[in-house]
């Protein structure tokens, strides 16, 4: 199941929408952190204007979703003149597994108006991610993913910070779900430094877009710059920037994980 044949299952039953979670997008036991993002991000874009861009969006991976049916919940929280906040959960029965804030907003006059910049990044040899069934997460085999700088997944390497070049597997044209997808794909750094597979997972994500549009950009050659900020207890910290095809500024994400080891 392509990326936005899964955004398509999304479809409203009365108050509720239900969606559809195929075996090859698990990550372990659960969803990737990335679609079920998007699928319930798809559920709230039906409570608010189709024109309206999302903003921000916090989440917190509560309990795993399994593949198959899925349930998911939205409702307005408020609605102002130039912003509208929406919450959405993931659920079993009245089992929360996943729970979602977005803050979508309208343009409002400003002075202000400046973006970040990417910055250059000089390769030597570049490390492919190359995608083996019964080894690796299930979804990451909709990717292409290739490490300009940093460490693979338990390579036991040493460097906190990561970029690299992807893209998703999948027919255009991109829109904000397609982001979210691109913004979570960056495995946890700690696991780099593995030298053998170890558990981690997401505890809560937030994603910043600063763009209004993305059908402009194309699947291909996005940028996700990452950084370790710090790790302790076994519960990691990492920031992320995205970048689109041509370094447009897309995103700023922020994620909490645990690692059992």
């Known amino acids: 199941m392509q990326f936005s044949e899964a955004m398509r299952s999304v479809t409203r039953h009365g108050e509720h929408w ?7 997008w698990l990550q372990g036991r659960s969803a990737f952190g990335g679609l079920q993002a998007a699928l319930a991000l798809r559920a709230m ?17 509560v309990a795993p979703v399994p593949a198959g049916n899925v349930d998911i919940r939205a409702r307005l929280l408020r609605e102002g003149r ?4 929406v919450e ?13 804030l977005g803050v979508f907003g309208s343009a409002r006059p400003s002075v202000l108006d400046f973006q970040p910049e990417q910055s250059p990044v000089t390769v030597a ?6 995608y083996v069934e019964g080894q690796m997460p ?8 290739r490490w300009l700088r940093g460490d693979l997944p338990f390579s036991g390497g040493h460097q906190r910070d990561s970029v690299l070049q992807l893209s998703l597997r999948d027919d255009g044209p991109v829109d904000e779900t397609h982001v979210l997808a691109f913004a979570d794909f960056i495995p946890p750094i700690a696991l780099s430094m593995f030298a053998t597979p170890t558990p981690g997972s997401s505890l809560t994500w937030m994603l910043e877009l600063l763009r209004d ?7 291909d050659d996005w940028r996700v710059d990452a950084e370790l900020i710090a790790a302790r207890d076994g519960y990691t910290h990492q920031s ?20 059992f080891g």
């Open 18 to 24: 239900q969606a559809t979670v195929s075996e090859d």
């Open 45 to 61: 874009r039906e409570l608010v204007p189709a024109d309206m861009p999302l903003r921000s969006l916090q989440t917190t991976f």
């Open 82 to 85: 130039s912003a509208i906040q």
């Open 88 to 100: 959405a959960s993931l659920c079993d029965g009245e089992q929360t597994l996943c729970r979602l």
């Open 125 to 130: 040899t570049s490390k492919e991610l190359r």
């Open 138 to 145: 299930a979804f990451t085999q909709h990717f292409r993913a």
């Open 213 to 219: 549009r993305y059908d402009d950009l194309g699947m």
């Open 240 to 259: 992320v920037m995205l970048w689109g095809p041509c370094g447009e500024p897309v995103a700023l994400s922020r994620q909490s994980m645990v690692v």
